[in-house]
T-cell receptor, first 112, second 113 residues
Framework: AQSVTQPDIHITVSEGASLELRCNYS??????LFWYVQSPGQGLQLLLK??????LVQGIKGFEAEFKRSQSSFNLRKPSVHWSDAAEYFC??????????FGSGTRLLVRP | NAGVTQTPKFQVLKTGQSMTLQCAQD?????MSWYRQDPGMGLRLIHY???????DQGEVPNGYNVSRSTTEDFPLRLLSAAPSQTSVYFC????????????FGAGSRLTVL
């Protein structure tokens, strides 16, 4: 069965520092991959998605992610974190029945 | 557009009570779904629907019922609430052109005592 692993439960970075959130997936074919962000008390907002083509995808709010088939990874990056980026981030993959399967999430804390 | 609207935002129930979480979307989306979010477990799919009159089970369907009489509405029913159903519930929808990009509601926080 398809699955998504986000190995980091919490990550703390200083404002202005770079960020990388890890995501590994399990899927036999070319996956459809997503990153969503959830601010406190809010629903989920799509940051970016990968379906095919260029393995480096750009998203909203200055985020990007790179699909690496050899590592089964889709890590999320941002060169300079802002305090407003503090939130929970979810990686997700579409399974063979076209349902979205989520990872357990990574909570980002930003130090002033 | 309002997008996906969930009501109520907060609800407290006693064990054994029943209630319905409402979900409505105004985007003419065919696909609608319900997830529950629990700490450390991400979002897990409860039920989903690919169109009016069609529903199917997700990963954690036990204790929940759904129906889809119209394209716009997808209510989630708890017939006999249990403390294990304390969670935050999200409704999400997507259109046929959305390529699996879900639009989420703001969530409903349910506490079962």
């Amino acid at each position: 069965a398809q699955s998504v692993t986000q190995p980091d439960i919490h990550i703390t970075v200083s404002e202005g520092a770079s960020l990388e959130l890890r995501c590994n997936y399990s899927y036999g074919a070319t996956p459809y991959l997503f990153w969503y962000v959830q601010s406190p008390g809010q629903g989920l907002q799509l940051l970016l998605k990968y379906f095919s083509g260029d393995t480096l995808v750009q998203g909203i709010k200055g985020f990007e992610a790179e699909f690496k088939r050899s590592q089964s990874s889709f890590n999320l990056r941002k060169p300079s974190v802002h305090w407003s980026d503090a939130a929970e981030y979810f990686c997700a993959v579409v399974d063979s029945s076209y349902k979205l399967i989520f990872g357990s999430g990574t909570r980002l804390l930003v130090r002033p | 557009n309002a997008g996906v609207t969930q009501t109520p935002k907060f609800q407290v129930l006693k064990t054994g009570q029943s209630m319905t979480l409402q979900c409505a979307q105004d985007m003419n989306h065919e696909y609608m779904s319900w997830y529950r979010q629990d700490p450390g477990m991400g979002l897990r799919l409860i039920h989903y629907s690919v169109g009016a009159g069609i529903t199917d089970q997700g990963e954690v369907p036990n204790g929940y019922n759904v129906s889809r009489s119209t394209t716009e509405d997808f209510p989630l029913r708890l017939l006999s609430a249990a403390p294990s159903q304390t969670s935050v519930y999200f409704c999400a929808s997507r259109g046929s052109e959305g390529a699996n990009v879900l639009t989420f509601g703001a969530g409903s926080r349910l506490t079962v005592l």
